[in-house]
């Protein structure tokens, strides 16, 4: 068929003259227990390590059974070692008390162990925009300084390369996202940490992030300051009209000050309650999606209570 990519890859003089047993232990002789102090993360790693549920639970693995996947790393130039995968894993045997990590060292350059961390992290079952922007810059720009070399992917150079560069698309392609939803993405570097949390937290969707990471960063301190005043978020038709006016030089304080004031049509009857109150409140056993029935019970007890009050009052 054509198009298809082969299956078929020529054997190494290792392979054509080592036994599979020899194979193995070539293998093997890479995996060693490596000192948790000799072990550094990878330089900008965008991929957050949470000491959440999580973590807790792999902590418990690792006391158990200890690391069943060693983690991925290679050796530096000063002769300590640089993550490309396993960083949880490094995180979970600190807490668990140990001093080593089982790793497998492997020989790669900076921009192949760039391609392979971005690649093993993909892998996870939640991922924050902020991680995926971040990831998708690094992937884009190692895979650029990689030049006209076509031996780290199987991509073909003619679809590789685009104007002498590698496109979003081929990232896209290969991580599961079309090129104008990587362009999205890498657009995000630009937001202050502020907004990036916001977009994480799911206050800001990814139109009007984009849109705000546009404007230079004094404009986005302005709306950070606005969204802390009035607890919201603009819509995508507003920052649309504050990328107009900063492209324009017509933004000022005032201007998105105006803007973030006006009322929403699903702003309408409404009333926010701020997460930080609530998170004091509300046991932590509670899952989400069921916090809005435990608030509106919550308020029905104490609906009655004050009834209740009342009528003894009157007595």
Same mark, same amino acid.
């Given at each position: 068929?054509?198009?298809?990519?082969?299956?078929?890859?020529?054997?190494?003089?290792?392979?054509?003259?080592?036994?599979?047993?020899?194979?193995?232990?070539?293998?093997?002789?890479?995996?060693?227990?490596?000192?948790?102090?000799?072990i550094d993360g990878f330089p900008d790693h965008p991929f957050k390590v949470r000491d959440d549920e999580?973590?807790?639970?792999?902590?418990?693995?690792?006391?158990?059974?200890?690391?069943?996947?060693?983690?991925?790393?290679?050796?530096?130039?000063?002769?300590?070692?640089?993550?490309?995968?396993?960083?949880?894993?490094?995180?979970?045997?600190?807490?668990?008390?140990?001093?080593?990590?089982?790793?497998?060292?492997?020989?790669?350059?900076?921009?192949?162990?760039?391609?392979?961390?971005?690649?093993?992290n993909f892998q996870r079952s939640q991922i924050f925009p902020s991680e995926k922007a971040f990831a998708?810059?690094?992937?884009?720009?190692?895979?650029?300084?990689?030049?006209?070399?076509?031996?780290?992917?199987?991509?073909?150079?003619?679809?590789?390369?685009?104007?002498?560069?590698? $496109? =979003?698309?081929?990232?896209?392609?290969?991580?599961?996202?079309?090129?104008?939803? *990587?362009? /999205?993405?890498? +657009? #995000?570097?630009?937001?202050?940490?502020?907004?990036?949390?916001?977009?994480?937290?799911?206050?800001?969707?990814?139109?009007?992030?984009?849109?705000?990471?546009?404007?230079?960063?004094?404009?986005?301190?302005?709306?950070?300051?606005?969204i802390d005043l009035n607890d919201c978020t603009p819509s995508h038709d507003q920052t649309i009209r504050?990328?107009?006016?900063?492209?324009?030089?017509?933004?000022?304080?005032?201007?998105? $000050? =105006?803007?973030?004031?006006?009322?929403?049509?699903?702003?309408?009857?409404?009333? *926010?309650? /701020?997460?930080? +109150? #609530?998170?004091?409140?509300?046991?932590?056993?509670?899952?989400?999606?069921?916090?809005?029935?435990?608030?509106?019970?919550?308020?029905?007890?104490?609906?009655?209570?004050?009834?209740?009050?009342?009528?003894?009052?009157?007595?």
């Amino acid at each position: 068929m054509a198009g298809r990519k082969s299956d078929f890859t020529l054997p190494t003089l290792d392979d054509l003259f080592s036994s599979q047993e020899e194979r193995d232990e070539a293998k093997l002789a890479k995996i060693r227990d490596i000192p948790l102090s000799e072990i550094d993360g990878f330089p900008d790693h965008p991929f957050k390590v949470r000491d959440d549920e999580d973590m807790l639970q792999l902590v418990e693995s690792v006391k158990e059974r200890g690391v069943i996947t060693p983690a991925t790393v290679r050796q530096k130039e000063d002769g300590r070692y640089e993550i490309v995968s396993g960083h949880r894993r490094k995180r979970a045997c600190e807490l668990a008390g140990m001093d080593t990590l089982r790793c497998e060292v492997v020989e790669l350059n900076k921009e192949e162990a760039t391609i392979l961390m971005v690649e093993s992290n993909f892998q996870r079952s939640q991922i924050f925009p902020s991680e995926k922007a971040f990831a998708y810059k690094m992937r884009l720009e190692a895979m650029n300084r990689q030049g006209q070399r076509t031996d780290l992917t199987s991509t073909p150079l003619a679809q590789k390369l685009e104007r002498g560069k590698v $496109s =979003a698309a081929v990232v896209g392609e290969e991580l599961g996202d079309s090129k104008d939803q *990587v362009r /999205r993405f890498i +657009r #995000l570097t630009n937001l202050v940490p502020e907004l990036l949390e916001f977009v994480d937290e799911g206050r800001i969707k990814m139109r009007p992030a984009v849109e705000l990471s546009y404007l230079d960063e004094d404009c986005q301190r302005d709306v950070v300051e606005e969204i802390d005043l009035n607890d919201c978020t603009p819509s995508h038709d507003q920052t649309i009209r504050m990328r107009k006016m900063f492209d324009e030089g017509r933004l000022t304080t005032e201007a998105i $000050s =105006a803007i973030m004031s006006e009322q929403k049509p699903n702003q309408k009857d409404r009333f *926010v309650l /701020r997460g930080d +109150r #609530l998170k004091e409140l509300i046991p932590s056993s509670i899952p989400l999606s069921q916090r809005e029935d435990y608030v509106c019970k919550a308020l029905e007890h104490y609906r009655k209570f004050l009834k209740s009050r009342s009528e003894r009052d009157s007595r």
